[in-house]
């Protein structure tokens, strides 16, 4: 017994149990960890058959929150440090507690079966039936039946989607199977053509044997023939050839006279042009130098003498002496500038012959030039003709060379065509025979690809058949195991998922009427009204029944709904305590 003052901890106590063995759950950390404190602890020593063990979690405020922190477990097998969900996992494992290891999840059965708050106490009589039935099962170790059922059922829907697939992959057996028969019978087919085409190749072979061997025997008319045939284009060819040449030949021999006629009458202005001087251009060309010179110096005297003129014509004017300013009469320059008039005429006239000369010796250098340039135009004109006039002896040595090959050539021509002609019949018979070796062989090849086909087509369908009994093999397995899939599908569903039920169900009505008894002696310990009977049905739902008609749990009085819900609690602590290692030490608060 804990007694204590209101408020003075008793409910910290029993929180620090459970938290101590499960972790806080859907609990908040802040209810236990003591405001304004930093950091807190919970050991708590508990034993199993026997076995001690220690067990101490943590709680640390971090900012607004608290949170669990590392702890460890004490036990004979010594002291292992683990984290939260590790803690609680070991703990469910050492008490047998069927309940979910996840650090955040409440721990249920605990809670129906050995802890109850005082202010849960009436809260499982307001648990729906499913709920209440679901959790029992946990509590009762029967929920691995469940699980069992529902996996079967699972793997047995994995199975029939396997036994369709495969029944989807051998849908085609039947349709291979008859592929395979159709190609047996394409072999047996092309085995018969192939037997059919080598007896006809073989016949072709003979044939063209024959026709060879009679060739053989015209082998030395054929060789004449054959070099008859190959000569007489050649001599036609070599006609031809030097009767092109001859025409191209007479072309050029026109296109040099004609060339000929062109320079001719270009020689003929060239030699009207006469030599106008018997001086060399250097000559004339060094004396024109020297009258031009002399023609610069008359310049010179003519402007002397033109300003002399000028001077003495300002002095007869002006009256003065230019020099020394002293007067003087006119007349005394009336003299002068008579005689420097007449010896400007004169030097006017010799400057004018001496530019004549100049003139006229100017044009006799030209026209000395054209005279030079004719004749060096005549000369190469003339060399020109001497070159024209020998390739026009070459072209014609070669049109009679020509000619005469030509003759010689058309000679032999006419000899081979007579031979030819000869030889005609023997050639229609060669012919003849090498047509018919020709159509044959043709023949022989067409029958020889035909059997090549045939015989790839016998290896390509021995290959497919070969493929397709493999495919055949695997499908029959694969039918086989459909087939097998579909046996183990009747035994999980008609047999394995019932009888685990039926064992799920046994075992359910045994700990009913176990846990019926139980809480019917508690419940007539509680409650002394003999009016009044109470029952536990086959979804463990307490029934009360008043004068033997059933009353509604909502509707009882307080007090009763406590009796019921303490008798109820009473009852699933007994029956517990016989499924669970844990439960042994007959625990319940």
């Known amino acids: 017994m804990i007694k204590g003052d209101m408020g003075s901890g008793k409910s910290s106590i029993l929180m620090a149990i459970e938290f101590a063995l499960f972790g806080l759950g859907s609990e908040k950390g802040s209810g236990l960890l003591r405001i304004g404190e930093k950091e807190g602890s919970v050991l708590l020593e508990f034993e199993v058959d026997g076995n001690e063990y220690k067990v101490l979690r943590s709680l640390k405020r971090k900012g607004n929150s608290v949170q669990q922190g590392t702890g460890y477990l004490l036990s004979n097998e010594g002291k292992l440090q683990l984290a939260p969900s590790e803690l609680k996992e070991r703990i469910l494992k050492i008490l047998s507690f069927n309940e979910p290891s996840d ?22 009589l307001n648990y729906g039936a499913d709920v209440r039935l679901q959790t029992l099962r946990k509590a009762f170790m029967l929920e691995d039946y469940r699980i069992a059922s529902i996996n079967a059922a699972n793997f047995s829907n994995f199975i029939q989607k396997k036994a369709i697939e495969l029944d989807g992959k051998i849908s085609d057996l039947d349709e291979i199977k008859n592929k395979v028969k159709e190609l047996n019978e394409q072999i047996n087919q092309s085995k018969d053509l192939l037997l059919k085409k080598e007896t006809e190749t073989k016949n072709f072979e003979r044939k063209i044997t024959g026709y060879q061997k009679q060739l053989k025997d015209h082998e030395e008319t054929r060789i004449v023939l054959s070099n008859i045939s190959s000569t007489m284009p050649h001599l036609e060819n070599q006609i031809n050839e030097k009767t092109k040449q001859i025409k191209e030949a007479t072309q050029e021999i026109n296109e040099i006279k004609t060339q000929i006629k062109l320079i001719k009458e270009k020689i003929d202005p060239l030699n009207k042009i006469e030599k106008s001087t018997e001086m060399t251009r250097e000559a004339l060309s060094k004396e024109i130098t020297n009258l031009e010179h002399k023609e610069r110096e008359l310049l010179k005297e003519e402007n002397v003498l033109e300003n002399k003129i000028k001077d003495y014509e300002s002095v007869q004017e002006n009256k003065i002496c230019p ?17 420097r008039n007449i010896e400007k005429v004169d030097v006017e006239k010799q400057r004018k012959i001496c530019l004549e000369k100049i003139e006229a010796m100017k044009k006799d250098n030209e026209n000395l030039e054209k005279y030079q340039s004719a004749q060096e135009k005549i000369l190469d004109f003339n060399n020109q003709l001497k070159v024209d006039i020998t390739e026009i002896e070459k072209r014609n040595e070669k049109i009679q060379k020509s000619n005469k090959e030509i003759v010689k050539l058309n000679t032999d021509l006419e000899s081979s065509k007579s031979k030819l002609k000869g030889l005609k019949k023997i050639q229609d018979r060669i012919e003849d025979i090498e047509s018919k070796i020709n159509d044959l062989n043709e023949e022989l090849k ?47 569903d ?96």
């Open 323 to 339: 020099t020394c300013d002293s007067p003087i009469e006119s007349t005394q320059f009336i003299d002068k500038i008579n005689k």
């Open 103 to 124: 650090p955040k999840a409440q721990s249920v059965i605990y809670r129906y079966a050995i802890f109850t708050p005082q202010e849960e106490m009436k809260a499982i």
């Open 446 to 492: 067409r029958s020889r690809e035909q059997a090549t086909e045939l015989r790839t087509r016998i290896n390509e369908a021995n290959k497919s058949i070969i493929d397709f009994k493999e495919t055949i093999n695997e499908k029959e397995k694969q039918k086989k195991q459909a087939q097998l899939l579909r046996e183990y599908k009747i035994w999980i």
């Open 494 to 589: 008609d047999y394995f998922i019932a009888t685990v039920e039926a064992i799920e169900k046994y075992a359910l009505l045994s700990i009913n009427s176990e846990f019926d008894q139980q809480y019917r002696k508690w419940y007539n310990l509680m409650i002394e009204d003999p009016s009044k009977e109470s029952r536990i049905d086959e979804q463990f739902s307490p029934i009360i029944e008043q004068d033997g008609y059933e009353q509604n749990v909502a509707f009882l009085s307080g007090g009763e709904k406590t009796s019921i819900a303490l008798s109820y609690r009473l009852a699933l602590n007994n029956v517990v305590q016989k499924v669970s290692i844990g439960m042994k030490s007959n625990l319940l608060i």
